[in-house]
């Protein structure tokens, strides 16, 4: 049982794994193929993935209405939000527009999902801004090379802003555009950089940990 | 006196704050002031040049990744990219792995196609939405028909005007995404990198500097950040659009955070040294 159970699943993924590797660097027609097929295999699993996703959120929200907790209400929104756009995408054949007039979908796409969704992304902007002037306090040395990139890089992002830094700092004969160029080129590419190769050893590192069946938390507990 | 009086701006009631905000995000919607686009970024530029060197009827594909959160940013760099490659008379293809950018790509294409007489399944063709993006990538390295056998209206792919002679990246002139995720990321690691594929890349405003090191290794030939970068491609191509007419609310807005910043650094350096 524990074979079945264990070693033949860790087996196809060292297998899958090894070869999936192998395919990137060989360029022929085997290994072409064999990725074809592994890519039409990993959009069925995602088509299923997403099933299994939506049924679970259905079934969450059902316990919530059922049991009446807090907030129950919201979890009707869950319904109603997916009929409301679910029913006129299969009514209309997924279409939006038919000879330039919005269907029923686009419609719902239009003026139910573009709208809340616009807006949920808007009040952000509310918030950052009240919060940077509630926390954007030079309170130390860092804090203020913070603040001074952070300005800079402001300023110099609108029209205004560069008009602003050419009447008080043209003297300078330096633009704010070449300022925010050395600040994006230098000391932020470094850091990003940094982050980005650190995130690739981490991930190769994991990667090579499950092939070879050190990392199993994907198998579950039994 | 002073003191507390001071530390009073401090527990200012946040609503002020956003009705503040809104007043100088709405009042240049309602009665723009026409505040100039000054510069020109480098990575815009660059991105602009690129498309303009393409031989007319190559094919481009975009990569159309954003919903209607990042849209009053990717919207208008989207529809000015597109209608630069009209433009040109460039055959495009139009693929999305964020199921919310149906729509948005169909406002697009309702709109922008008949300014230039471009015709749908002959100068370009939209593909349906695919969610595995890792995949449809790997897949359209070999054999794009694979995955997009049909349009999105259901006619065979393969027998499109507008598909003459593309069956993988080898046949693609530039690939442009334009995202609110990190799919850019991808289509430079699998695609870009892999199948020697040039790739421009337009983005959200707040995720602009975390491409720095793709661009200072030319991995991508260039890109568009935000709203701004919107406008400067839209005033590359000599067509304003809403990149243009937002970017007054952009600097006011821009503007007003400057100021609060240093209020309250200035109400902290009052108070310290009080």
Not at chain 2, 43 to 63: C, E, H, K, R, W
Request: aromatic share 12%.
């Amino acid at each position: 049982m524990k074979f079945i159970k264990k070693q033949i699943p860790l087996m196809i993924v060292m297998v899958v794994g090894l070869l999936t590797l192998a395919s990137y660097y060989v360029p022929n027609k085997h290994s072409v193929d064999y990725i074809e097929l592994l890519s039409k295999w990993e959009n069925i699993v995602m088509a299923f993935a997403f099933l299994l996703g939506l049924i679970s959120l259905f079934y969450s929200h059902y316990n919530k209405i059922s049991r009446k907790t807090d907030g129950w209400g919201y979890s009707l929104f869950v319904y109603i939000g997916f009929l409301g756009m679910v029913v006129p995408a299969m009514m209309n054949g997924g279409r939006q527009m038919v000879d330039g007039r919005l269907t029923m979908l686009g419609w719902s796409f239009n003026y139910i999902y573009n709208a809340l969704s616009a807006t949920m992304f808007a009040v952000l902007a509310f918030y950052i801004v009240s919060t940077a002037y509630r926390s954007f306090r030079i309170k130390s040395k860092q804090a203020f090379v913070l603040f001074l990139a952070a300005f800079v890089l402001i300023l110099g992002k609108v029209p205004l802003g560069q008009i602003i830094w050419d009447f008080l700092l043209g003297w300078t004969h330096a633009t704010v555009s070449e300022v925010i160029e050395w600040i994006m080129s230098v000391p932020a590419v470094a850091g990003k950089r940094g982050i980005m190769i650190g995130i690739s050893i981490g991930a190769i590192v994991t990667s090579l940990k499950i092939i070879f069946g050190i990392e199993r938390q994907y198998m579950g507990k039994d | 006196m002073l003191k507390e009086k001071l530390e009073k701006f401090f527990k200012i009631d946040r609503r002020w704050i956003f009705l503040l905000l809104a007043i100088v995000l709405f009042a240049p919607i309602m009665k723009p002031i026409g505040l100039p686009n000054k510069t020109i970024s480098r990575d815009a530029q660059n991105a602009y040049t690129f498309m303009d060197n393409i031989p007319a009827g190559s094919f481009v594909l975009f990569s159309l990744d954003y919903d209607p959160s990042t849209r009053p940013e990717l919207h208008p760099q989207a529809m000015a990219m597109v209608r630069h490659a009209f433009k040109r008379d460039l055959r495009v293809g139009v693929v999305t792995f964020i199921a919310g950018s149906t729509g948005l790509i169909s406002q697009i294409f309702a709109k922008v196609p008949g300014e230039y007489n471009k015709v749908n399944g002959t100068d370009y063709v939209i593909f349906p939405y695919q969610a595995n993006y890792a995949a449809v990538m790997t897949q359209m390295g070999s054999d794009l028909y694979g995955i997009y056998d049909k349009d999105q209206d259901g006619r065979d792919a393969r027998t499109l005007p507008v598909m003459k002679g593309v069956k993988n990246y080898k046949d693609m002139a530039l690939v442009v995404d334009i995202t609110g995720t990190s799919i850019l990321d991808q289509w430079v690691a699998f695609v870009g990198d892999k199948f020697n594929v040039p790739v421009v890349g337009g983005v959200t405003a707040i995720s602009q500097p975390g491409y720095g090191p793709y661009l200072q290794t030319k991995q991508l030939k260039g890109l568009l950040g935000g709203m701004k970068g919107a406008a400067e491609y839209e005033s590359l191509i000599k067509e304003p659009g809403k990149g243009t007419s937002g970017i007054d609310s952009l600097n006011l807005a821009h503007l007003l955070v400057l100021i609060l910043i240093m209020t309250s650094n200035i109400i902290l350096l009052i108070i310290r040294y009080l």
